[in-house]
Structure formats: structure tokens, C-alpha cells
């Protein structure tokens, strides 16, 4: 299969997985409507730094996206200190405190 085929799906595939339409994907990437359409529909490739976006946006990896891969998976996260401020300090404390981190992962242990 053709790469630019592969990316078209996969973008199609991981933007219906988080269930956002075209418009809400192209509002998310900061996007025309247009633009993002010329990705999903093969008519321009993104760049690298705009792959990056869409993967975090879309919940995946890029190389999922470009089918370096099969496992949707994103390989990394992307925690926001201003949206998401008190996951942010919960990962600053785990990184500063190792002791910290067992603690949670026994906890959340415990609750499965």
C-alpha cells in the first residue's frame, strides 16, 4: 500500500476512533476546514511538526499514522500545565519523589 494511502486512512481511522468530525479535527488543529481535508484526502502531506500535533490530538503515535506501525498506541503524552494542572503536578511529584510514584501505582493496584 501506497504511504500517502496509508496516512490518509489512519488519519480517518484515528480521528472517527476519538469520534470528532473533520470540522471539529481541523478546529483542534487550529486548521480550515480545507486544510485538514487535504490531508485526510491525500491531496498534501503534513509536515513532521504537524504529523506530532495530530498524533497527540488524535490519541495516537506517528508512527501509527504514517504505518510504521499497526499499534494505534500513542508512545508518549502530552500533559498541558495550564489544561491539565493537577495531573502536571502529580507527574512532577512522581518525578521528584520515587517513593511517591509506588505509592500511587500501589494504590491504583488496590483498586483493580
Do not use: H, W
Request: aromatic letters at 8%; charged letters at 30%.
Amino acid at each position: 500500500m501506497e504511504k500517502t494511502t496509508v496516512l490518509c486512512e489512519r488519519l480517518k481511522i484515528s480521528r472517527e476512533s476519538v469520534g470528532i468530525s473533520k470540522a471539529e479535527a481541523a478546529r483542534r488543529l487550529g486548521l480550515t476546514m480545507v486544510g485538514y481535508c487535504r490531508y485526510e484526502y491525500g491531496d498534501r502531506t503534513p509536515s513532521s511538526q504537524t504529523l506530532n500535533v495530530i498524533a497527540q490530538c488524535f490519541n495516537t503515535s506517528v508512527d501509527y499514522l504514517i504505518g510504521k506501525t499497526d499499534d494505534p498506541i500513542p508512545d508518549n503524552l502530552v500533559i498541558n500545565k495550564t489544561r491539565d494542572p493537577e495531573l502536571y503536578r502529580l507527574i512532577e511529584l512522581c518525578k521528584k519523589d520515587d517513593s511517591f510514584m509506588k505509592r500511587i501505582i500501589s494504590y491504583y493496584q488496590g483498586l483493580q
